[in-house]
């Protein structure tokens, strides 16, 4: 089981990602116009420079919802293999049953 600080520090990267993405979105768009003057370009270069770097989405980890493992993560369930597993064998997913061949 993660550390509650863990999971935290993830719940607060995703709310600063999503609190500066318009933001993020615009400077991109001004430094990857070319028919931009120089100045302007490098001007939004730094005004990007002055942003906090968890509002960058690579920064953010996908945890499981109830552990807050890291690995093994099933975006589409929002689970890590371990869990997903316990709760797939509860009957608690529907549709998912256990394989056999």
Same mark, same amino acid.
């Given at each position: 089981?993660? @550390? #509650?600080?863990?999971?935290? %520090?993830?719940?607060? $990267?995703? !709310?600063?990602?999503?609190?500066?993405?318009?933001?993020?979105?615009?400077?991109?768009?001004i430094i990857?116009?070319? @028919? #931009?003057?120089?100045?302007? %370009?490098?001007?939004a $270069?730094? !005004?990007?420079q002055?942003?906090?770097?968890?509002?960058?989405?690579?920064?953010?980890?996908?945890r499981?919802?109830?552990?807050?493992?890291?690995?093994?993560?099933?975006r589409?369930?929002?689970?890590?293999?371990?869990?997903?597993?316990?709760?797939?064998?509860?009957?608690e997913?529907?549709?998912?049953?256990k394989?056999?061949?």
């Amino acid at each position: 089981m993660a @550390k #509650l600080a863990l999971k935290n %520090r993830e719940a607060k $990267r995703a !709310k600063t990602v999503a609190k500066y993405a318009a933001k993020r979105a615009e400077l991109l768009a001004i430094i990857n116009n070319s @028919k #931009l003057s120089d100045e302007e %370009r490098m001007e939004a $270069r730094l !005004k990007f420079q002055q942003l906090p770097r968890n509002a960058s989405p690579v920064r953010q980890r996908n945890r499981c919802e109830l552990t807050g493992r890291p690995r093994g993560f099933f975006r589409k369930f929002g689970l890590c293999r371990n869990k997903l597993r316990e709760v797939a064998m509860r009957g608690e997913v529907p549709g998912m049953i256990k394989a056999s061949w």
